[in-house]
Structure formats: C-alpha cells, structure tokens
T-cell receptor
Framework: NAGVTQTPKFQVLKTGQSMTLQCAQD?????MSWYRQDPGMGLRLIHY???????DQGEVPNGYNVSRSTTEDFPLRLLSAAPSQTSVYFC?????????????FGPGTRLTVL | GENVEQHPSTLSVQEGDSAVIKCTYS??????FPWYKQELGKRPQLIID?????GEKKDQRIAVTLNKTAKHFSLHITETQPEDSAVYFC????????????FGQGTELSVKP
C-alpha cells in the first residue's frame, strides 16, 4: 500500500492564481481531512469528509474548496491564492469507528504564494 | 467548537531526564486524545493515544494521562534520548465527529546529550 499520497510536493503561485492540491489514499478509509501547518500554530483543520459525497468545514475553511467524488481522492482547491495561504498542507485519512481513530498523514505539500 | 491548548511551546531537557507536555480541551464531548510526533520536514506520526474510558496508558517510555473532569491530558516521556527531539502535538476528537482532529499548538522538545 502507498498509504496517503499528495502531489505536488512543492508549489509556488502568484497572488490570484488557482490550483488544486491532490490527495489520494489506497487504504479504503472513509474519513479524509486537510490541515495546514504554520509555525507556532500547529495543524489547523481546513475541511474534512466522512465519505464520498460528504464534506464539511473545519477551523479555517475560507479560501478553500473541496469535493469528494470517490473514496480514494480528496482534492483541495485554492480558487484565488493569497500570500496568507503560504503554508504546508497535509492530507490525512482514517477509518470510522471507535477502534480506528488513528489518522494517517500524507507527506505534505509546501505552498508559497508570492 | 473544540479548542485545544498545549504547554509549553518549547522544552529542553538533559538526556535521561523526564519530559512532560500538557494539554487542555474545551469540548466535554471529546473522547479521543492522540499524541503525534513530527520530526523536521516529516509528516506527523501517531505515538500514543487514549480514549475517555481510560485514565492512563503506557507504551514503554511513553505514557499519557487523562483527567476528564478537569479536561486535561498529558504526555510523559521518561529516560529521554536525543532521538526524542521533535515537535509533539496533542489533539482531541470524538468518535461521532467523523474523526476530525483539533490540534494543540505543538511543543518543540530538545533533548541535550
């Protein structure tokens, strides 16, 4: 199993550009989430999904869109990038149920917005 | 919504000493409390977790305690080693919230040889 994969690893955007961060998992996990990590602020939840067709907002959803058309994929879209979105983005997945709460993280995408 | 506070933000100990990191949470519905370790440039990885029906859990040199009444939980690392140097994050969640985690701000642990 590849686990959770993310592409690209690095990206530089100009203000106003749009892009999609890709996330995929091959563990048949129903739950998937997106976090951003900024120095001194830990990991903050952007959006999450409990299954295909179902998404919900996290702590910092503004400026980001998500969709979940399949169990495997959970892309994160930046419609008009801003310098405040410069960050490291992590995707994570987990199984539902009381005994399966561990979230598995992808390797991250480092995004710089100029 | 849930809010998790973590202290201290930095912690420096001598090799062999113990390290303690503390977190508080706000939502009494939270019932799952994991701890993640993140080495420089790497992804967070789970090191230990505890559920609300348990007060303490140990795994070799690592232990976590939970006080539901006070809404706080702590990570204890004994006999620290240089390879324990990393950033540690606590988090809180509940089983019926889709597994979403709310993280603390992180603690940078430095173990000096």
């Amino acid at each position: 199993n590849a686990g959770v994969t993310q592409t690209p690893k690095f990206q530089v955007l100009k203000t106003g550009q749009s892009m999609t961060l890709q996330c995929a998992q091959d563990m048949n996990h129903e739950y998937m989430s997106w976090y951003r990590q900024d120095p001194g602020m830990g990991l903050r939840l952007i959006h999450y999904s409990v299954g295909a067709g179902i998404t919900d907002q996290g702590e910092v959803p503004n400026g980001y869109n998500v969709s979940r058309s399949t169990t495997e994929d959970f892309p994160l879209r930046l419609l008009s990038a801003a310098p405040s979105q410069t960050s490291v983005y992590f995707c994570a997945s987990s199984r539902p149920g009381r005994s399966y709460n561990e979230q598995f993280f992808g390797p991250g995408t480092r995004l710089t917005v100029l | 919504g849930e809010n998790v506070e973590q202290h201290p933000s930095t912690l420096s100990v001598q090799e062999g000493d113990s390290a303690v990191i503390k977190c508080t949470y706000s939502d009494s519905a939270s019932n799952y409390f994991p701890w993640y370790k993140q080495e420089l440039g790497k992804r967070p990885q789970l090191i230990i977790d505890i559920r609300s029906n348990v007060g303490e859990k140990k795994d070799q040199r690592i232990a976590v305690t939970l006080n539901k009444t006070a809404k706080h939980f702590s990570l204890h690392i004994t006999e620290t080693q240089p390879e324990d140097s990393a950033v540690y994050f606590c988090a809180a969640s509940s089983y019926n919230q889709g597994g979403k985690l709310i993280f603390g701000q992180g603690t940078e642990l430095s173990v000096k040889p």
